[in-house]
């Protein structure tokens, strides 16, 4: 997928130097920093609803374990061995094939790694919200879909949000979407002025927070559900 955006991005740029003022360089990093992130931020879909569809949350329910935690540890043991076995070598071959640009200074790689944390927090608690659907809709493939298409569309994922019109782009930065790709990555490149980075990363955690409050409330009224029905 790096090589195919790349190629894409590549001939774009072939009759202009630039577009919008972005230099082909800045965009190559773009490319190959969101789809390492994207091999990080992958996760089972499908988790909650196997368990649902059979039965067997009722017994995790029942073991003395916290099950959100459980999901949050596995979801991360998950991430872990994706940074060990994909992103890693993905990064050394690109370092070699690509002239991608270094972070913007030390301080902003550091400010970039907590801001990539930060996204994949707000996707994991977006996720978490698809989840616990399950304990109203059998099958989630639809919702799943849907979900996965705005993250791809609205992040930042798939197009830079500067490509697209600046009213688009202001409604996008009040969703949660942008602070999933688009804002560590315009950190790394250094688009974001340092005295907006903390105000960034801040619009970042409130999200965590809000979704995560969501995803409590919405999960307490599945366990109720769930007793109700017997299960």
């Known amino acids: 997928m790096i090589f195919v955006n790349i190629a894409i991005w590549k001939a774009i740029y072939e009759e202009d130097g630039a577009l919008e003022g972005v230099q082909f360089k800045m965009m190559a990093t773009y490319v190959v ?119 791809m569309i609205l992040s930042g994922a798939l197009i830079p949000l500067w490509f697209m019109p600046e009213s688009w782009q202001r409604t996008i930065e009040l969703t949660p979407f942008a602070a999933i790709y688009s804002t560590p990555i315009q950190i790394y490149l250094g688009m974001v002025p340092e005295n907006e980075i903390l105000t960034s990363m801040m619009r970042q955690a409130l999200w965590v927070v809000g979704l995560a409050a969501a995803g409590h409330v919405l999960w307490k009224a599945a366990t109720r559900k769930l007793v109700l029905q017997g299960g």
């Open 33 to 151: 920093l969101s789809f390492l992130l994207q091999t990080l931020y992958v996760m089972d879909e499908y988790i909650v609803e196997v368990k649902v569809r059979t039965g067997s949350i009722a017994a995790d329910l029942l073991k003395p374990v916290h099950f959100r935690l459980y999901l949050f540890s596995f979801t991360v043991g998950t991430l872990v061995f994706r940074f060990v076995m994909q992103l890693l070598p993905a990064l050394v071959v690109s370092l070699f094939l690509f002239q991608l640009l270094p972070p913007f200074s030390l301080l902003y790689f550091f400010y970039f790694l907590a801001s990539a944390a930060l996204g994949y927090l707000v996707l994991y608690h977006l996720n978490f919200l698809v989840w616990v659907s399950s304990f109203w809709f059998y099958w989630t493939f639809s919702l799943v879909t849907i979900k996965d298409t705005a993250v």
